[in-house]
T-cell receptor, first 114, second 114 residues
Framework: AQSVAQPEDQVNVAEGNPLTVKCTYS??????LFWYVQYPNRGLQFLLK????DNLVKGSYGFEAEFNKSQTSFHLKKPSALVSDSALYFC????????????WGAGTKLIIKP | EAQVTQNPRYLITVTGKKLTVTCSQN?????MSWYRQDPGLGLRQIYY???????DKGDVPEGYKVSRKEKRNFPLILESPSPNQTSLYFC?????????????FGPGTRLTVL
């Protein structure tokens, strides 16, 4: 079965330190990979996506993600965390032969402490 | 401004009382979808629509109905709500044509069924 795993329910990082939010997937073929962020009382916002090409993808708000095909991972990263980055982060995957349906991870709560 | 709107944002109701959550998008998107978000489960798709008069079941369609009579609107109907439908609901839309296109989300509707 196709699935997406975000192994950490919560990640705590001090402001100014680098952050990583992990995502691994199990999808056949070459999937399309997405990260979305949900701020409190808001809908989900698109951060970045990997389609093909360079394994390092840059997105909004200084975030980037690294695609690793051999490890089937797509970890979200930021060199220097801000308190305003505190939010719920979702990884999602779409199989290339899918009907536009996204497979979602359970979400990771990111807490940045001053 | 390009957006997806949902109404109401908050709703408390009682078991068995029919309700409708509206969703509207102004981006001329063909694809629309309803999700529910529950803690630890991520987003689960309820129904989706590829275009006007074309709808299909997602992963958790039981207890829900949808219709797509106009391109911009995709209401979610709960004919006889039950407490297990207490959840946070999101509507999303995207273009159809490339599976790489991102989804745009509404602000969410928090539903409580007593």
């Amino acid at each position: 079965a196709q699935s997406v795993a975000q192994p950490e329910d919560q990640v705590n990082v001090a402001e100014g330190n680098p952050l990583t939010v992990k995502c691994t997937y199990s999808v056949s073929g070459n999937p399309y990979l997405f990260w979305y962020v949900q701020y409190p009382n808001r809908g989900l916002q698109f951060l970045l996506k990997y389609i093909t090409g360079d394994n390092l993808v840059k997105g909004s708000y200084g975030f980037e993600a690294e695609f690793n095909k051999s490890q089937t991972s797509f970890h979200l990263k930021k060199p220097s965390a801000l308190v305003s980055d505190s939010a719920l982060y979702f990884c999602a995957v779409r199989a290339p032969d899918s009907n536009y349906q996204l497979i979602w991870g359970a979400g990771t709560k990111l807490i940045i402490k001053p | 401004e390009a957006q997806v709107t949902q109404n109401p944002r908050y709703l408390i109701t009682v078991t068995g009382k029919k309700l409708t959550v509206t969703c509207s998008q102004n981006m001329n998107h063909e694809y629309m979808s309803w999700y529910r978000q529950d803690p630890g489960l991520g987003l689960r798709q309820i129904y989706y629509s590829m275009n006007v008069e074309v709808t299909d079941k997602g992963d958790v369609p039981e207890g829900y109905k949808v219709s797509r009579k106009e391109k911009r609107n995709f209401p979610l109907i709960l004919e006889s709500p039950s407490p297990n439908q207490t959840s946070l609901y999101f509507c999303a839309s995207s273009l159809v044509g490339r599976r790489t296109d991102t989804q745009y989300f509404g602000p969410g509707t928090r539903l409580t069924v007593l």
